[in-house]
């Protein structure tokens, strides 16, 4: 069983008991049970952050204070020692938990309830308890004494060799462990006082030399006695190993500037000066050389250098013999202590990251520090090497102060370039929040590289931070391999949403953020977001992150490995690879151009040597009285260039390059260096490429040429290439799957059928089903019949659509109205999305759906009502010459507004159904055909959303046609009334030549033509016409809305004065 199932076993038994002892509930009761499926459910998903200690502590104390306060002194102090002996108890100090003594107390304190009444009330209990506990402490003291006497005594103690019968010739010793020889110690014990000890004064016969087996250890004890010998040999003084104190050396020289410090003291003494001045310590040159060597390595107080707490300085009264303290004190700090403090700085950071028990660092900058160790060794190489030669003083080498100094000159300015990318990268690590600590240090490092002045201090940088990327790059090559995103460190540039299901992924807060109380140093932020590698990480996870987390969750990244062969090696190897192709390309161009270069200086000095030559000959009189010397030189550079000539004539290739480069080189002197530095590159090529490239090697790759080259375009280049390449790949795959085994356009087609009432023909049975419903005042709001109502209205004609739509209603009480228009404001239609589908069509597009088909339905109960308007049954069988009355000419109105009313709404209907949904809806799936990734999918989709919203008033920057589009339908529920009353007036009037009542009825309404409404129906539907057109009028001419050019002249031109 595994050290988690046991942890988890133990869970299990003890919170029963936990809850039991809480609550005090039976084992039988329900709540027992659901308490104990709680308390499991917290501990098995609930995740805690360390635990405060300093919050816990001041807990303690506030509960102390407390009991002072009652006057319970003598409690409070019993609390303070049980809290410190579960603190310092062994088994919470070496637990593999952080914290976990913390943790126990924060769990009994969060159980307390009450404590100084608890104390008043079980103060006997209390007291038992405490003594109980003294009692059991004090048996555990004499019993640790006891165990530890017995086991330091035991270790002495030899067993006494038993001989037996036994039929085995081999030794009775043996290498068992400890606990063997300790019970065999308390048989031996049990034997001897049982029966008479045997004394075998010697050995037997021929077993004399005979020796017991001895252990043998893989390591060798160090061995102290020849520890001073050694350090003796090593230092030069012997004064080294006692103590500072003052030495004196004398230089026996003839020059008397030898000893100048001390002369020079003297001096100063004997004169007449009342100004106290302390006699110098001298030493060696060669103590010198050696302490300074010591200060890089280990700094310690000695005889030139004090240290107090990480400050190094320079004692101001220790000198050479040769020279004034003042004088070797400001060489020192001047030429030496920076480096050394240097030194310290970068040391100190290694203990920070790899040495903290209190910090656990991002990953980012673990690989940079031991990038930062690794760019270290040759610096330390190269100081062991001065101390090695310093130590063998071969040929009687004269060392001193000054030539030590010029020689550690190059790694001094190696170590000052280090250390310079180093103040500059770590700012404030502890301070900052993981992802805001590890992409800064990668932006500074490229900032260090932009800005550098030498090639050394551009490759120092560059190389770290190629080095220090590579986790980054780990994260993001998991993400494309296996689909998760892996930042434990929370250090990559984005997160994922725990909110959300799936992962979802946002950017992480890398500016000040007041309503979230995230602060950033301005500068830090700056240097951040304008950074080019950062940009462009987060171009590539923004725009992959949609792919990859829609493949993760349909369980198909395995196959996008399969299909796409760009992305089998490691996102990190390609990319150094890439990298140091790209930079030895430029190093052979740069050579390439420097041989040119020479070559043309050649060609142009001998050129100018021929032009002098022939002006010597035409003074000489046309070569008569040539100089001997003169034509002797021109023979052998004739002989020279005829056997060139000769050289070249044998060749039997063609091509004019191979030609000329032969002939570029023919007279080089470094050919064959060439040709060995061209093995050596294939040779480390391949080194490169078998083993991971370390920040060193990158290092020394960079230095094999000493021009500052491009690296920030270099490495942008690479890697914009490979995640291209990647995300090109992944989103062939992704568009592939879309189309062929999801048929996205089919999905689109069946909610644009349904949503936007392209099927208008089974469309036409529900809505004019529905819109009787609420005009009858039935009820109607019950999603599950409507819902049923529409599946079997669309399995009868598209069986593939069924139980695809599902109708919800947002409010019940809304639905208690008989007017349509407001009634299906309450209606909301789902489509039944996979998860494939979800990561195209959101939330938002479906609401937006919604919108565009409640108002669609609107506009379709508007003009169902005013076509179904019944004429009176008078009318269609009317008498010849009957008498005209006033409400023939009511009735005459109301069928000229009906008419102008028909008008505008078959103009707005026509306008919706034709130019804005089925054109755009064609255009839409053209425009998906050609679409490359899932985000330009999404994006294509949202735009048509927008755009249908848009021409259908739905916009906020169209409210205005929309609102007059409402009063229209307001209107024609006002029209229908009035034409039902006079049409009831018409058929119900006894009085009427052709009434169909009988005259007997009794008629007790009011007269209609005395309180009819006609006029103002007919002057609010004339201003809402006019609103209409003025408003489609500016949105063409003004607001350049081409769109409603149609519209806008239908309404213009049906003006109704």
Not at 312 to 331: E, F, G
Not at 337 to 356: E, H, T, W
Not at 429 to 443: E, G, K, W
Not at 529 to 538: D, V
Request: charged share 25%; glycine share 2%; proline share 3%.
């Amino acid at each position: 069983m595994s050290t988690q199932e046991k942890r988890n076993e133990i869970i299990r038994e003890n919170i029963p008991l936990l809850i039991k002892e809480l609550t005090g509930l039976p084992d039988d009761d329900e709540n027992q049970r659901s308490c104990e499926q709680l308390a499991l459910s917290i501990i098995r998903n609930h995740r805690n952050l360390s635990t405060n200690s300093h919050e816990v502590r001041r807990k303690i104390e506030g509960i102390q204070e407390k009991f002072e306060v009652d006057n319970q002194t003598e409690y409070a102090e019993q609390l303070g020692k049980l809290c410190e002996e579960i603190i310092q108890h062994p088994l919470c100090v070496e637990h593999y938990e952080v914290d976990v003594h913390w943790s126990l107390l924060d769990f009994l304190l969060t159980l307390t309830y009450n404590p100084t009444g608890a104390l008043r009330r079980n103060k006997e209990k209390i007291e038992r308890l405490l003594e109980e506990h003294e009692e059991i402490k004090q048996g555990e003291c004499v019993e640790s004494e006891t165990d530890y006497w017995h086991k330091i005594l035991q270790e002495d103690f030899i067993p006494i060799e038993r001989f037996s019968n036994s039929s085995s010739e081999l030794s009775s010793w043996s290498n068992d462990s400890q606990e063997d020889v300790s019970s065999c110690a308390d048989e031996d014990i049990e034997w001897r006082h049982s029966q008479p000890i045997e004394i075998t004064p010697f050995p037997p016969r021929g077993m004399e030399n005979i020796k017991p087996p001895i252990k043998s250890f893989p390591f060798k004890k160090y061995d102290s006695s020849k520890a001073e010998e050694r350090l003796l040999n090593t230092v030069q003084h012997s004064w080294w190993t006692k103590s500072i104190k003052k030495i004196q050396p004398h230089i026996e020289s003839t020059n008397k500037e030898a000893n100048f410090a001390l002369e020079y003291y003297h001096h100063n003494n004997t004169t007449k000066s009342h100004r106290l001045r302390e006699e110098p310590e001298t030493a060696t040159e060669y103590c010198l050389l050696r302490e300074i060597f010591w200060m890089f390595q280990v700094p310690q107080t000695c005889k030139f250098f004090h240290v107090n707490n990480e400050n190094i300085t320079v004692r101001k009264n220790v000198t050479l013999t040769s020279t004034r303290a003042i004088a070797i004190v400001s060489m020192l700090e001047e030429h030496f202590l920076p480096y050394i403090r240097m030194m310290q700085d970068l040391r100190n950071f290694g203990k920070l990251i790899y040495a903290s028990d209190d910090y656990t660092p991002p990953n980012t900058l673990e690989h940079y520090a031991a990038s930062l160790e690794l760019l270290l060794e040759p610096i330390w190489n190269d100081l062991l090497a001065c101390e090695r030669e310093l130590l063998l003083q071969a040929d009687c080498e004269i060392n001193t102060v000054i030539s030590l100094h010029h020689k550690l000159q190059p790694t001094f300015v190696k170590l000052a370039h280090l250390h310079n990318i180093h103040q500059q990268a770590i700012v404030s690590t502890r301070q900052l929040p993981a992802h805001i600590a590890s992409v800064h240090l990668l932006a500074a490092l490229v900032h260090c590289n932009r800005v550098a002045i030498t090639s050394t201090e551009a490759n120092l940088a560059m190389s770290l931070f190629l080095a220090t990327v590579k986790v980054f790059l780990m994260i993001a090559d998991t993400w494309w391999t296996e689909g998760r995103l892996d930042d434990w460190h929370n250090e990559f540039i984005i997160e994922r949403i725990d909110e959300q299901p799936g992962q979802s992924i946002r950017v992480r807060e890398y500016s000040k953020n007041k309503e979230k109380a995230f602060f950033v140093p301005t500068q830090i932020s700056k240097m951040i977001t304008e950074n080019s590698f950062f940009q462009l990480l987060l171009e590539h996870s923004l725009e992959a992150g949609c792919t990859l987390n829609l493949l993760y969750e349909i369980n198909r990244i395995g196959e996008l490995r399969t299909a796409c062969g760009a992305i089998e090696d490691k996102l990190y190897d390609v990319f150094i690879e890439d990298v140091l192709k790209y930079v030895r390309i430029l190093q052979k161009q740069i050579v390439q151009a420097a041989r040119e270069a020479k070559e043309n200086d050649r060609l142009y000095t001998n050129g100018e040597e021929t032009k002098n030559d022939d002006k010597k000959i035409e003074t000489n009189g046309g070569g008569e009285n040539v100089d001997v010397v003169d034509t002797a030189v021109g023979s052998a550079e004739f002989d020279n260039c005829y056997a060139d000539d000769k050289i070249l004539k044998k060749l039997t290739t063609n091509d004019d390059f191979l030609l000329l480069a032969f002939t570029m080189n023919m007279n080089l002197s470094d050919t064959e260096k060439g040709a060995g530095g061209d093995q050596y590159d294939a040779r480390e090529a391949n080194t490169m490429k078998n083993a991971e490239p370390t920040a060193l090697a990158i290092f020394e790759q960079f230095e094999q040429s000493k021009h500052i080259f491009p690296l920030e375009e270099v490495v942008l280049n690479a890697l914009s290439r490979i995640l291209k390449t990647r995300i090109a790949f992944a989103n062939t795959f992704v568009m592939r799957l879309y189309r062929e085994e999801f048929d996205i356009l089919k999905h689109l087609r069946n909610i644009r059928k349904i949503y936007l009432l392209e099927a208008s023909d089974i469309m036409h049975q529900f809505y004019s089903k529905l819109f009787k419903q609420i005009e009858f005042g039935d009820e109607w709001a019950n999603a599950f019949l409507l819902s049923t109502q529409l599946d079997d209205i669309i399995c009868a004609k598209f069986l593939d659509m069924s139980s695809l739509f599902r109708i919800d209603i947002n409010s019940a009480f809304r639905c208690k109205t008989v007017k349509v228009y407001e009634a299906v404001d309450e209606l909301s239609l789902s489509y039944n999305l996979s998860t494939e589908l979800g990561h195209m069509i959101k939330e938002q597009d479906l609401d937006a759906y919604n919108k565009v088909f409640r108002f669609l339905l609107k506009v379709k109960w508007g003009l169902t009502t005013l076509e179904n308007l019944t004429f009176p049954r008078s009318h269609k069988r009317k008498i010849p010459y009957a008498p005209f009355e006033m409400v023939d000419l009511l009735m005459r109105r109301l069928e000229q507004l009906r008419f102008w009313m028909l008008f505008a709404m078959q103009s707005i209907h026509f306008h919706l159904m034709t130019h804005v949904l089925q054109s755009m809806g064609e255009q839409l799936d053209e425009k998906i055909l050609k679409c490359t990734n899932l985000k330009e999918m999404v994006t294509v989709h949202r735009s048509y959303m927008n755009t249908v919203c848009e021409h259908c008033f739905l916009a906020d920057n169209f409210s205005s046609l929309k609102l007059g589009v409402e009063q229209l339908l307001n209107l024609t529920y006002i029209l229908r009334l009035e034409w039902n009353s006079c049409v009831k007036y018409i058929e119900s009037n006894p009085n009427h030549p052709l009434a169909v009542v009988d005259v007997s009825e009794s008629n007790d309404e009011d007269d209609y033509v005395t309180y009819s409404q006609i006029d103002a129906i007919e002057l609010t539907y004339i201003r809402c016409h006019q609103y209409l057109a003025n408003k489609l009028n500016n949105e063409v001419y003004i607001k350049h809305n081409s769109f409603l050019l149609g519209l806008s002249t239908a309404f213009n031109t049906s003006l109704p004065y």
